[in-house]
Structure formats: C-alpha cells, structure tokens
T-cell receptor
Framework: DSGVTQTPKHLITATGQRVTLRCSPR?????VYWYQQSLDQGLQFLIQ???????AKGNILERFSAQQFPDLHSELNLSSLELGDSALYFC???????????FGSGTRLTVV | AQTVTQSQPEMSVQEAETVTLSCTYDTSESDYYLFWYKQPPSRQMILVIR??????QNATENRFSVNFQKAAKSFSLKISDSQLGDAAMYFCAYRRAYNTDKLIFGTGTRLQVFP
C-alpha cells in the first residue's frame, strides 16, 4: 500500500456518460496530481492541486475537471465520455519536496 | 518547455547480466530532479531511484545506479545482476526544483528479462 488511495479500481461505462474518480493522498501530502496513461503510452499530466487550489494544468480536456476538497482528497470528473478516454488514470501526491511522488494504483476506465 | 526522451522502446537482458536504459532530457533550468520509475504488469508506479541535479555523485540504490551527465542532459539507468522481477516498463521523469512542480515523463522502455 503506497498510502495513496484511488477508487474505484475499475470502471466500465458507456460513451456520453460522466464518471468521477476519487483520490485520497498520502497523509501529510498537500499536492495532488492527476495523470492519464493510455494503452502502452507514457503518463500525461492532467492537472495539479495544492492545498485546495489549482496549481498547474496540463493537457486536460475541457470535458474533464477536478477539485481538491478541504480534507485534501481530490476528484477527477470526466464527462461526455468518448472511446478514446479509455485509459489508466493515476493520482499521485507529494509533500512538496524534491522527492519523487507517491502514486496510487490507478483507476482503469473503459468506455464502451 | 521541458521534455524527456527515451529512445529505446524495448530492451532485453539475460538474468544476472547488466543492462542500461537511456534517457535524455531538455531543459533550460539548472536545478532540477530526475527519477526512474518502474511499472510492472500490475501497473503500479514504483520509484526506483532519484537524482538531484546539483549533486555530481551518481545515485545508487542496491542493484540500480544512474549515470548522470548534466552537460549532455543524459540520465541512464543501469541494472546490475538482472532478475526476472525486474521485467517491467521503466519511465524516466524530470521535474523542476520549484516546490511541488509536476513530473514530466518519457515514453518508457519495456525491459524483458530472460532466464
């Protein structure tokens, strides 16, 4: 257990639907990062939150949004889903030092 | 913009042998961090080793070591005495030294280990 919890582990949904992915960061970590990994691809940065505020945005589609709550957990909302959104979505957290980030086990999203 | 390049999509090694995975990066920053992450079939992202750019000494973690060439912007990973459990995707990653900055990943190298 890395200390970063992602739910659900697997999600199958139809095109056009909306889903919410949840992430609880490691205790004490204020930063949460969301990444998307399509099949056999690298990890693409989507968005970062720090202590409740959006800190940085990457290649995140307008159909996607995220937020971080006062208890520091974060949610990634994906709407109007398309087949191409099928991917592994990772959440990572960091305390903000130069150390590598701790990743959750990911949510496997399949859009059918 | 910073970029990370892994030019070897696949590599293979015999068990107990040594293999080196390549990584180059592009940045105008002088202070940053570099990482190697391992992603086994379970898909979990596991930190293997990290290097601070201002340290000239190459990082080492047991059988894993790096060759950090700052001027050449090169950061290779050497795995010694390869084991079957080392088979995985390996990702090189970069982040600026700014607090909480994001990780930028390369496209990965798939390592196969043969008995």
């Amino acid at each position: 257990d890395s200390g970063v919890t992602q739910t659900p582990k697997h999600l199958i949904t139809a095109t056009g639907q909306r889903v919410t992915l949840r992430c609880s960061p490691r205790s004490g970590d204020l930063s949460v990062y969301w990444y998307q990994q399509s099949l056999d691809q690298g990890l693409q940065f989507l968005i970062q939150y720090y202590n409740g505020e959006e800190r940085a945005k990457g290649n995140i589609l307008e159909r996607f949004s995220a937020q971080q709550f006062p208890d520091l957990h974060s949610e990634l909302n994906l709407s109007s889903l398309e087949l191409g959104d099928s991917a592994l979505y990772f959440c990572a957290s960091s305390v903000g030092t130069g150390y590598g980030y701790t990743f959750g086990s990911g949510t496997r999203l399949t859009v059918v | 913009a910073q970029t990370v390049t892994q030019s070897q999509p696949e590599m293979s090694v015999q068990e107990a042998e040594t293999v080196t995975l390549s990584c180059t990066y592009d940045t105008s920053e002088s202070d940053y961090y570099l990482f190697w992450y391992k992603q086994p079939p379970s898909r979990q992202m596991i930190l293997v080793i990290r290097q601070e750019a201002y340290k000239q000494q190459n990082a080492t973690e047991n059988r894993f070591s790096v060759n950090f060439q700052k001027a050449a912007k090169s950061f290779s990973l050497k795995i010694s005495d390869s084991q079957l459990g080392d088979a995985a995707m390996y990702f090189c990653a970069y982040r600026r030294a700014y607090n909480t900055d994001k990780l930028i990943f390369g496209t990965g190298t798939r390592l196969q280990v043969f008995p």
